[in-house]
């Protein structure tokens, strides 16, 4: 737990809510605006002002009301009465999530000198990078989207959750949680199947889970290795994970904003609209725009996929 996020903390007496101080650059709003892209979205729901998020801290089902009020992002626990740690441990997942120890100060400045970036940043400032904190949940899922559209893939997301994750009912709905490697490590492939998975997306997700299970990948494990392309070069080792994959998982997760997932059709998609060409710019086009951008790379593609939702 960092100096800035200690101090950022406002406990309630009470125990069934906690704040959390943002930084003059973070918006909250520009946020739940990338949450609410998919109506078929099943782990989180968004809701007029409010975010809504089911995790789990220490084999408990912690259920969040997320809101922002002036500088701060404030958590609520309907309906449950938690102690100071428990609180402490979802308002961690929150700053997490929002990737709210970054100085962005540095981004902003990218932009004096980048007529795309100036056009971005002006129109979704205060947007943070939103993260899976989860390895196992960020790897299914982009393995789940690679080469198809975004809207089977939530549906195929919704699937897998609903069969095999955990779930939480408050006024008479479910929310749910993203399956452990444990479950998934003991399907075979025709159990993913039946969903609509891939033969291969199927092998993938089950040798992932497998390997995570046995402990051979983690997120502190990744982390320990240092740079970007350590473990960039890690990732690619792992059957089903290839360059895209591995700098989703990067970007999503371990939260290196070197990332850049180049042949992500979304920033493609993105940068026809915004320099209103005639088709997708090829990969060494981007290339050569974003040489700019070198060590923002993570956030300059999160902001471009925002452009994709105004």
Sequence with gaps: MNKEFRESLVLDESKNSISILTPKDFSFKECLVFLARSNN??????????????????????????????????????????????????????????????????????????????????????????????LFE??????????????FAFSLKRSFVE??????????????????????????????????????????????AKLMAEGLISKENLQDLGSYEKKLSKLVEIRGVGNWTADYVLMKCLKEKSAFPIADVGIHNALKNLLSLEKKPSVEEIKKLSTSWEGWEAYVTFYLWRSLYS
Excluded: C
């Excluded at 709210?100 to 940043?121: A, V």
């Design 163 to 208: 069969t095999y994750g955990e779930s939480f009912k408050w006024q008479d709905e479910t929310f749910w949680l993203f399956p452990t490697p444990n479950v998934i490590a003991e399907l075979e492939v025709s159990d993913l199947t039946s969903l609509k998975f891939t033969t291969r997306k199927a092998e993938y997700v089950i040798g992932i």
């Design 138 to 151: 960020a790897f299914t899922w982009a393995i789940m989207g690679q080469q198809i559209n975004l809207t």
């Design 41 to 134: 979205e099943v782990l989180h729901q968004v809701k007029g002002e409010y975010f809504f998020k089911l995790i789990k801290v220490e084999n408990e089902l912690i259920f969040l009301k997320v809101s922002s009020e002036q500088n701060r992002v404030l958590i609520e626990f309907p309906d449950q009465i938690l102690n100071d740690e428990t609180r402490v441990a979802a308002a961690v997942f929150v700053w997490d999530l929002f990737d709210l120890d970054r100085d962005l100060t540095d981004f902003y400045q990218l932009s004096k000198n980048d007529q795309l970036l100036q056009q971005l940043i002006n129109q979704h400032f205060g947007l943070r990078v939103i993260g899976i904190p989860d």
